[in-house]
């Protein structure tokens, strides 16, 4: 019988997490060095995959994807030595995808031809903004032009390239979004991911607004209003949503990121990264320790993971649910029941549906657009607080 994963595939998740400024909105495990082994850091990416291949041998590998951080200032030859690893342990799909997200600076820009002569085939750019002054507020060191000229550099070594861009900033207008995005879609390939400023604890933004000095966030109704301006342009320049924050041409969505919405397994190696693998039947939820120091010291002990939880068929069910309804094509309600142990509830379904934040049948339950805007309530209703 196929395990439940297989329903969504087996990807790898590479954490590198060393950046050359934080960004003041950034909650992502990211740290500032002044020096990096590099030999250290291939050594113990090499290790760790070696011990994950011994637990879920000959699986087949969807997709690889180096996030971080800011993985587009590893050496070329790391990523390469890991790609190879890779494909020594496992066998690779056909069209395997390989991700590595990068910023726009010219350091990373003058590796992108090595890193795709090493194996990577496509790339994401954290652009996040079309001008200047607000890429100042937004903490980045690159120019527009500079991150022009690095995506047409990227461009011209991968078929595959995405950026982001944040939306909802200080003091930001709806006719300054509507016109940032449009020369947005005049730029983008084939993907784009779209994001909302949203304010996190613990981060310098977090902090600022706290204290009451983050001034000029657009109220509710505004933030509302450029969320459906994303949907209209996007989908009139072919970019359709197939995911809250995401958008891309038939067949150029992110199949990494698939592997999550669609539950499927996948390592995670590096400081914090995250990870659902199943063994023996059972899945396990994996996070490493988060401080990079930390975390080289035990993978040399062996011992990298800070948590190593078997989850429960329920909680399992309800994260199936959490991330299947964040893409355009939802869950199927028999695999939902089959890791629950029970059914959707019908009454909630026609509830949700009455107020038009669902679709389903008996083969599919999917958020509408609507729907996807309150995600959260819809879940509460569905599985409870």
């Given at each position: 019988?196929?395990?439940?994963?297989?329903?969504?595939?087996?990807?790898?998740?590479?954490?590198?997490?060393?950046?050359?400024?934080?960004?003041?909105?950034?909650?992502?495990?990211?740290?500032?060095?002044?020096?990096?082994?590099?030999?250290?850091?291939?050594?113990?990416?090499?290790?760790?995959?070696?011990?994950?291949?011994?637990?879920?041998?000959?699986?087949?590998?969807?997709?690889?994807?180096f996030g971080g951080g800011t993985p587009s200032l590893m050496e070329p030859d790391t990523v390469a030595a890991i790609l190879e690893r890779?494909?020594?342990?496992?066998?690779?799909?056909?069209?395997?995808?390989?991700?590595?997200?990068?910023?726009?600076?010219?350091?990373?820009?003058?590796?992108?031809?090595?890193?795709?002569?090493?194996?990577?085939?496509?790339?994401?750019?954290?652009?996040?903004?079309?001008?200047?002054?607000?890429?100042?507020?937004?903490?980045?060191?690159?120019?527009?032009?500079?991150?022009?000229?690095?995506?047409?550099?990227?461009?011209?070594?991968?078929?595959?390239?995405?950026?982001?861009?944040?939306?909802?900033?200080?003091?930001?207008?709806?006719?300054?979004?509507?016109?940032?995005?449009?020369?947005?879609?005049?730029?983008?390939?084939?993907?784009?991911?779209?994001?909302?400023?949203?304010?996190?604890?613990?981060?310098?933004?977090?902090?600022?607004?706290?204290?009451?000095?983050?001034?000029?966030?657009?109220?509710?109704?505004?933030?509302?209003?450029?969320?459906?301006?994303?949907?209209?342009?996007?989908?009139?320049?072919?970019?359709?949503?197939?995911?809250?924050?995401?958008?891309?041409?038939?067949?150029?969505?992110?199949?990494?990121?698939?592997?999550?919405?669609?539950?499927?397994?996948?390592?995670?190696?590096?400081?914090?990264?995250?990870?659902?693998?199943?063994?023996?039947?059972?899945?396990?939820?994996?996070?490493?320790?988060?401080?990079?120091?930390?975390?080289?010291?035990?993978?040399?002990?062996?011992?990298?993971?800070?948590?190593?939880?078997?989850?429960?068929?329920?909680?399992?069910?309800?994260?199936?649910?959490?991330?299947?309804?964040?893409?355009?094509?939802?869950?199927?309600?028999?695999?939902?029941?089959?890791?629950?142990?029970?059914?959707?509830?019908?009454?909630?379904?026609?509830?949700?549906?009455?107020?038009?934040?669902?679709?389903?049948?008996?083969?599919?339950?999917?958020?509408?657009?609507?729907?996807?805007?309150?995600?959260?309530?819809?879940?509460?209703?569905?599985?409870?607080?």
């Open positions: 019988m196929a395990e439940d994963w297989q329903n969504g595939g087996f990807g790898l998740y590479i954490h590198w997490p060393f950046c050359e400024a934080k960004c003041p909105y950034c909650d992502f495990n990211s740290h500032v060095a002044r020096k990096i082994d590099q030999d250290a850091w291939r050594e113990a990416y090499l290790s760790e995959l070696d011990r994950y291949a011994e637990r879920v041998p000959d699986r087949v590998v969807n997709s690889v994807f890779v494909r020594e342990l496992w066998p690779a799909a056909n069209d395997l995808e390989v991700t590595l997200e990068a910023n726009p600076g010219s350091v990373e820009a003058g590796r992108f031809r090595d890193f795709a002569q090493g194996g990577v085939s496509r790339v994401s750019m954290g652009i996040q903004a079309l001008n200047d002054a607000d890429l100042r507020r937004l903490g980045r060191i690159h120019t527009v032009e500079e991150a022009k000229q690095a995506f047409d550099i990227a461009r011209k070594n991968f078929d595959r390239v995405s950026f982001d861009l944040i939306y909802a900033r200080q003091d930001q207008t709806l006719a300054a979004w509507r016109n940032e995005l449009s020369e947005a879609l005049t730029m983008a390939v084939d993907h784009l991911s779209l994001y909302q400023l949203t304010i996190e604890p613990g981060t310098a933004f977090g902090d600022r607004y706290d204290r009451g000095k983050l001034r000029g966030l657009p109220e509710e109704d505004l933030a509302a209003d450029m969320y459906e301006a994303t949907q209209e342009l996007c989908q009139a320049a072919g970019l359709g949503a197939y995911e809250v924050s995401n958008h891309a041409k038939p067949g150029a969505e992110s199949r990494h990121n698939l592997i999550y919405w669609r539950y499927g397994d996948y390592v995670g190696i590096g400081p914090g990264a995250h990870g659902r693998v199943t063994l023996n039947g059972r899945r396990y939820a994996t996070e490493a320790w988060s401080n990079p120091d930390r975390w080289l010291q035990a993978v040399a002990e062996g011992r990298p993971e800070k948590r190593y939880d078997a989850i429960l068929p329920k909680d399992q069910a309800g994260e199936y649910l959490m991330m299947g309804l964040r893409v355009q094509d939802g869950i199927d309600p028999d695999r939902y029941a089959q890791l629950a142990g029970k059914p959707l509830p019908q009454d909630r379904l026609h509830y949700l549906q009455d107020l038009g934040l669902i679709e389903f049948s008996t083969r599919l339950v999917r958020a509408t657009e609507q729907g996807r805007i309150v995600l959260n309530s819809v879940l509460v209703e569905l599985i409870g607080d």
